[in-house]
Structure formats: structure tokens, C-alpha cells
């Protein structure tokens, strides 16, 4: 009997919780829903397919995957490096190079502006359907490119044009973005503008009207966040968290490890919840179990697919002089770090719209930030006179933050400097010191913005005793 009075009880507090929510998200849901589509579809019309970064990666990965080719046989591209790459088949008018635009920073920045190479990659489109074959880079697990594949199968089935098909692929991006961003919106009890502000973003907009697995990162990511909040929130209202909650947790988890694994420490913030509504057993149970099916799925496809980095060449060679200088590549990476904003801030004068771009969206992390901070000042005023454990407590979900956000780029900056910066001896074109790390983009910092939101969720629950305060 009192089971089912719980579960009524239960039922009743995330009905009104959902309505709550849902009157709360009204005008930052209408603002991001209106920016992001008009924005979205001015990026769509004005700029071709192929003005992307990376753009062979992602369209010859979301072409696979619409036509099935997810394992085929591998030859070294004796044009970059001889790295090993996937071989697919295909009809060149949807596989065809020209017309590619590699420069796509302008296009950002100058969304009313006609891509100068549209035309010619409409005309590329509209060629020969004679057969041919390229070579793909499989860096990373193909559901990456998961809803621009349903949008080009789908203008496949329908006998779409070409270009008209992969028109739908970069429709079938923007529509699933915008609809995780609004989920997130909506789930997120406090900062919902915050999350409208970093999905409407111009970068992050584009990112998502094109056929780039970026799009998925940023979303997922909100999405993530927005559930644990939603989580803390509900532990509020009630003793302990569902097997339905704790479901989607490990589902997110395997998730994150078949994207870009380098979010993976995003996943700390499940210890945000706290313990009497998921107990430190049960995070570790659940945790465990999810990550454990997580490693197989990642190891079993890096096995199979991932040759990218270990055909890197020279790659045993940068392994190797980053092992024997394994103290200076750690302290290289934390330097790097730490001076990321003032390295991109500091291209803001030149002419480059590529580092033009990056100072922008670094500004505007920057602005993100502060913004987080001055809205929420008052909860960190006042509390001079808290011990330390207590302060831990309060101020537990900044920490947090901190440490994911230094966890993922840490991790990044290392993968990076052992394989794309040369620092071994003799390495080809140039060899760079072991401080100057190469191949960081600014886009790959627009998940990690959403971590500002937790500036947000300072515990103000946390009571102080007058013992604890020198003045009483």
C-alpha cells in the first residue's frame, strides 16, 4: 500500500515537474528554435555540401553508411602518408572531389554570403554516374554520421538528385540537432538561456547544417548534462532514482564511447546526484557495467575499422620520443591548457577568417562563462566563514566541471601531440618542439561550453551550523 501511494506520489511531483518545465522553457526554446533554423537554412541554401572541414571524412562516412558499406577492405593512401583507409564504391556524382572547399571559416562568418564554390559543386553533382572508389579515414565509430545517413538513404529511396539527396542528408542534421538541443532546453531545470545562447551559436549551426559528426557531439553532450541536472533536481522529490533512469545513464555512457571517446570524462558529472538518491554502490554498479560494454564496443571497432592513428607514419617513432619525454609532453599538454583561450584570442588581428572564427567562439565561451558567474554571484557571496568541507559541498559542481573540462582537453592535447604534431627526429615536413602541439580546433570546445551551466547548480541546500562560522 505504501509502495503505491510512493509511485502515485512519484507520478504526480514529474507530472507537475514536466509542466513546470515546460512553462519555463517557452521563450528560450521559441528564441533557439526560431536562430537556429532561420540560421540553419541560410547555411543550407548559401553553402555547398562539400565546404567543410574534414570534408572527405564526413560525407564518405555518411555515404557509407546510407549504402551499407560499414566494412570493407583497406589500402594506405599514398597521399596522406600512406595511412590505411577504407575503401567504398560508389557513383562518382556523390563521391566526386570538386568543387571542395576545405576553407569553410568565412562561410561562418558571412551566412548571407553565396559559397564562391556552390556552383561548382552543384555542376560535380549533376556529373557522370560512372562507378568509382574512395579511400576513408574511420577515426572514428560510423554513428557518428547516424541522421545525415537516414537523410541521404531516404533521398536515395526517392530518387532524389544528388545534390538534392545530400541536401537532405545535411536536413536531416540540422532537424535532429535542433530536436535533442530543444529536449535539452526543455530538461534542464536552471540555464536554460545559456543552452540556447551555445546551440544557436553560428559555429555550432553550421556544424549541424552540414553533414559534420560534430553536430552529434555538441547535442549529445547537452543532452547529457540536461539529464543529470534534470536527475539532481528530481532527487529533490524523491528517495531514490529509477531503473528506467539508471538505464538511460548506462545508455548514455556506451553512447559516449562509440562518438568521440575523447568526451568520455563528461560522464564524472554523474556524481553530481547524490548518494541518497543513487548510492555510491549503484554509480559504481551501474557505472561499471556500462563503461565495461562501452571499452568492448570501442576496442572491437578500433580492431576492426580505427587505422588512421596507428598507420599514422612515423607514428611508433612519435610514440616512442613522447615515452622517453613522457614528464615534458605532460607538463607541454597542462601548459597548453591553460593558455588555450590566449592562444586562440591571440589571432583575433589577423586577416585569417580561420583564426578569426576561433577568437570569435573562444570570446564567446569566454562571455558564456562570466555571464554564468555574474548571474549567479550571489550564491557564491557570504560564505568566507564555511569550513572547507563544507565549501567542497557547495561548491562540488564548479569542481566537477573543472575537472571534466581539463580531463577532456588533456586528453585530446595528448592524442594530439603523439600523433598529429611531428616531434621526432627527422619527421616529415617539419619537426615541431614537443610544446607546440598541432591540429587543436576551437569547434571541438563548443560540447565542453555547456559545463557553464553547473556555475548554475552551487549547492545552496548545503546548511551551515553557527559552529561553523568564526563570527557567529
Known amino acids: 500500500m505504501l509502495k503505491k501511494k510512493s509511485d502515485c506520489e512519484r507520478a504526480m511531483n514529474k507530472k507537475q515537474s514536466i509542466k513546470d518545465s515546460l512553462s519555463k522553457s517557452f521563450f528560450p526554446l521559441v528564441f533557439f528554435l526560431i536562430f537556429a533554423c532561420s540560421l540553419g537554412s541560410l547555411y543550407v541554401t548559401n ?18 553508411l546510407a549504402t551499407g558499406q560499414v566494412k570493407g577492405s583497406f589500402e594506405a593512401d599514398s597521399d596522406s602518408h600512406n595511412m590505411k583507409k577504407m575503401v567504398i564504391h560508389g557513383s562518382k556524382s556523390y563521391l566526386s572531389r570538386e568543387g571542395a572547399n576545405w576553407a569553410y571559416e568565412n562561410s561562418v562568418i558571412n551566412p548571407f554570403q553565396k559559397d564562391e564554390n556552390l556552383d561548382l559543386q552543384v555542376k560535380s553533382f ?7 572508389k574512395e579511400l576513408v579515414r574511420t577515426q572514428y565509430p560510423m554513428i557518428n554520421w547516424m541522421f545525415p545517413a537516414v537523410g ?17 542528408a545535411r536536413i536531416a542534421n540540422l532537424m535532429s540537432y535542433v530536436f535533442i538541443m530543444a529536449l535539452s532546453i526543455t530538461l534542464l531545470p536552471k540555464g536554460k538561456w545559456l543552452f540556447s545562447a551555445i546551440g544557436s551559436f553560428p559555429l555550432s549551426v553550421f556544424l549541424a547544417s552540414s553533414v559534420s559528426a560534430d553536430a552529434t557531439n555538441i547535442s549529445v553532450t547537452a543532452l547529457f548534462v540536461a539529464f543529470i541536472l534534470n536527475l539532481k533536481k528530481s532527487s529533490t522529490l524523491n528517495n531514490k532514482i529509477s531503473h528506467t533512469e539508471i538505464a538511460f545513464l548506462m545508455l548514455f555512457t556506451v553512447i559516449f564511447f562509440n562518438l568521440k571517446v575523447a568526451y568520455v570524462p563528461v560522464l564524472l558529472l554523474v556524481f553530481l546526484l547524490p548518494n541518497k538518491f543513487f548510492s555510491i554502490r549503484k554509480k559504481l554498479l551501474a557505472g561499471s557495467g556500462s563503461v565495461l560494454i562501452g571499452l568492448v564496443s570501442y576496442f572491437l571497432w578500433s580492431k576492426t575499422f580505427s587505422t588512421v592513428l596507428t598507420s599514422f607514419y612515423g607514428l611508433q617513432d612519435n610514440v616512442s620520443f613522447v615515452k622517453h619525454h613522457l614528464i615534458s609532453a605532460f607538463f607541454a599538454c597542462w601548459n597548453f591548457a591553460l593558455n588555450t583561450p590566449l592562444y586562440f584570442l591571440s589571432a583575433i588581428g589577423t586577416d585569417s577568417a580561420g583564426a578569426k572564427l576561433s577568437a570569435l567562439t573562444a570570446m564567446f565561451g569566454i562571455f558564456i562563462l562570466v555571464l554564468s558567474i555574474i548571474f549567479n554571484y550571489n550564491s557564491f557571496s557570504g560564505n568566507d566563514n564555511i569550513k572547507l568541507t563544507s565549501r567542497i559541498s557547495k561548491y562540488f559542481p564548479i569542481i566537477l566541471a ?4 581539463f580531463a577532456v582537453l588533456l586528453l585530446t592535447l595528448f592524442v594530439l601531440l603523439v600523433t598529429w604534431t611531428k616531434v621526432y627526429p627527422g619527421g616529415i615536413d617539419k619537426t615541431y618542439d614537443v610544446s607546440d602541439i598541432k591540429g587543436l580546433q576551437m569547434r571541438y570546445f563548443l560540447p565542453l561550453m555547456f559545463l557553464s551551466v553547473l556555475f548554475y547548480y ?13 563570527n557567529g
Not at 126 to 132: F, L, R
Not at 402 to 405: H, I, K, S
Request: aromatic letters at 10%; hydrophobic letters at 35%.
Open 126 to 132: 549533376n556529373g557522370p554516374n560512372t562507378s568509382t
Open 152 to 168: 541521404l538513404k531516404v533521398g536515395m529511396l526517392l530518387k532524389l538528385g544528388t545534390f538534392q539527396a545530400w541536401t537532405l
Open 402 to 405: 573543472v575537472t571534466v573540462y
Open 458 to 470: 552551487v549547492d545552496d541546500s548545503c546548511e551551515v551550523s553557527k559552529s561553523e562560522r568564526k
Open 47 to 64: 553553402i555547398g555540401p562539400k565546404t567543410l572541414g574534414d570534408y572527405d571524412m564526413h560525407l564518405f562516412n555518411t555515404y557509407a
